[in-house]
């Protein structure tokens, strides 16, 4: 409707409302491809920690013997986290394509203190809780070393530029999975104290670890939607379930401990060839 200025006699019409909206928005308001998978993130990591307390916590505190509903929720929440990985490793591949948001990297961080920080080191903390020979006030301890080690290493990675290609400790993602593996793999409480420490030492150590990028990337998606496969043939107990998702936590553990040693070995080589190349300099 236009409407007449009898000052001026001249007609305007009213803006329609929300027209310019999505122009007068501030540019870091503006939630990109990318960071709707990093929410995803998010999301699943929380869920996984709504199905960890629902599933496997209330049920041990109530006196319940329904050992499935316990299999099964415990199943969901790492699956939940196996699909966090997934978004998060989708995030970064969609950002470069693409583009991301100017609070796409703090969005990120964020994401990944929920998913791969809180909800394994709660994951570990309930297991303190529920097993058998464990010891709660131990456990929880190990948990707060998860959850910090995951702090420090997100902190440090905002603040310290590494070489293309590399990450400086243990990813995140990989150290969450590696400490949910050692849980699952249902160790004596010595053992499995000292390898969850040992992970979270990993994941703040120097160790350089190759980042997810062309047919690694491939690789590790495939890694995780088998890890899903195994943890429901575990949940559903399938013939060899059990033995399955043990074989599959194991090779987990075992990566976690072979990559750093190849990453040790490459750079003793490296300081070796340095040396010998300086002495053959030096040499008339």
């Not at 920690?49 to 049920?59: A, E, K, M, N, S």
Request: charged share 15%.
């Amino acid at each position: 409707m236009t409407v007449i200025d009898p000052d001026t006699q001249t007609g305007w019409a009213p803006e329609a409302e929300g027209e310019d909206d999505a122009e007068d928005m501030p540019l870091s308001m503006r939630l990109s491809i990318a960071d709707t998978l990093t929410l995803g993130n998010a999301t699943c990591g929380f869920m996984a920690v709504y199905f960890t307390t629902t599933g496997i916590l209330i049920p041990h505190l109530t006196g319940s013997d329904e050992s499935g509903m316990a299999r099964h929720s415990a199943a969901t929440a790492v699956i939940l986290m196996l699909m966090a990985a997934i978004f998060d490793l989708f995030d970064g591949l969609v950002a470069r394509k693409l583009r991301s948001s100017p609070m796409g990297a703090e969005l990120d961080n964020l994401s990944d203190l929920v998913s791969f920080g809180l909800a394994p080191a709660y994951f570990v903390l309930v297991y303190g809780m529920v097993a058998d020979d464990a010891h709660q006030r131990v456990s929880a301890l190990a948990a707060i070393v998860v959850l910090l080690a995951v702090v420090l290493r997100l902190a440090r990675f905002s603040c310290v530029t590494l070489k293309d290609g590399m990450f400086q400790g243990m990813p995140s993602p990989f150290g969450a999975l590696t400490v949910i593996s050692i849980v699952l793999l249902e160790l004596p409480f010595v053992p499995t104290l000292l390898a969850i420490v040992g992970v979270a030492w990993l994941m703040v150590s120097r160790v350089e670890y190759p980042k997810p990028r062309g047919v690694l990337a491939v690789a590790m998606l495939g890694w995780i939607v088998a890890a899903m496969g195994l943890l429901a043939a575990w949940a559903f107990d399938a013939p060899g379930g059990q033995l399955l998702l043990q074989t599959g936590c194991a090779l987990q553990v075992v990566l976690g401990a072979v990559i750093p040693l190849f990453a040790t070995a490459r750079r003793v080589n490296t300081f070796r060839d340095n040396r010998r190349e300086a002495r053959a300099a030096q040499l008339p």
